[in-house]
């Protein structure tokens, strides 16, 4: 299992690089606490141009010794009194965290193809079923599929599956050579009857 901590920002206006930079600087900074994060571009979407900032530990004890060792550093008080001196993005999405479900996430699959559904947690059982026939499909294109579950937030009830890509072009191809096909239409079919897709959305790597 993997837990990941995340939050999205919106750049303000004439401040997406200063933005990009400071979110790099924390994550080196997380590095050198031996803590794994990501900053991640959305592409596509609602919130399309801004940045996600997430964190990956093992376990909920780790993710949760993580988090108490941020807000205990130097290094924190010091983005906090960057974040006051001089704010450079608004919060779309606040700091939650997730669980993987099913799956797990691949640091050479970076390019992600997000599907938000609504389901209560009842219907976890089916979706996990179904997850297992996306997996085969996956396989066959290098596509590298993740159930998330939320673990805080809004909408407790839903879950998330992710479709993880080496490249855009090989997203691309994903979408032609699996997501077109009766197959996987009929599957997506199914799947409404387990749950409502609520959202949708594509994020790319910002910190290479």
């Not at 592409?43 to 996600?52: I, M, R, S, T």
């Not at 396989?139 to 579950?149: A, C, G, R, S």
């Not at 009857?193 to 949708?200: A, D, K, Q, Y």
Request: charged fraction near 20%; charge should be negative.
């Amino acid at each position: 299992m993997t837990v990941i901590a995340t939050n999205t920002v919106k750049p303000h206006l004439g401040k997406a690089k200063l933005q990009l930079n400071n979110m790099l600087e924390v994550t080196k900074a997380f590095g050198d606490m031996g803590i794994t994060a990501r900053v991640s571009r959305v592409l596509f979407g609602q919130n399309a141009g801004c940045l996600v900032f997430s964190t990956f530990a093992a376990n909920f004890t780790e993710a949760m010794a993580d988090v108490q060792k941020v807000f205990s550093s130097e290094m924190w008080s010091k983005v906090q009194m960057r974040l006051d001196d001089n704010p450079a993005s608004d919060i779309v999405m606040p700091l939650n965290l997730v669980r993987v479900a099913a799956g797990e996430m691949k640091p050479t699959h970076r390019v992600m193809n997000f599907r938000w559904y609504l389901m209560k947690k009842d219907k976890m059982p089916m979706a996990m079923e179904m997850f297992e026939e996306v997996k085969g499909m996956c396989e066959k294109v290098d596509v590298n599929p993740v159930l998330l579950t939320p673990v805080t937030g809004d909408n407790m009830s839903s879950m998330i599956i992710a479709y993880g890509a080496t490249s855009l072009e090989a997203s691309g191809k994903a979408f032609d050579q699996m997501g077109m096909t009766e197959e996987f239409q009929s599957l997506v079919s199914r799947a409404a009857e387990v749950g409502e897709l609520h959202n949708g959305w594509m994020t790319v790597p910002a910190d290479q």
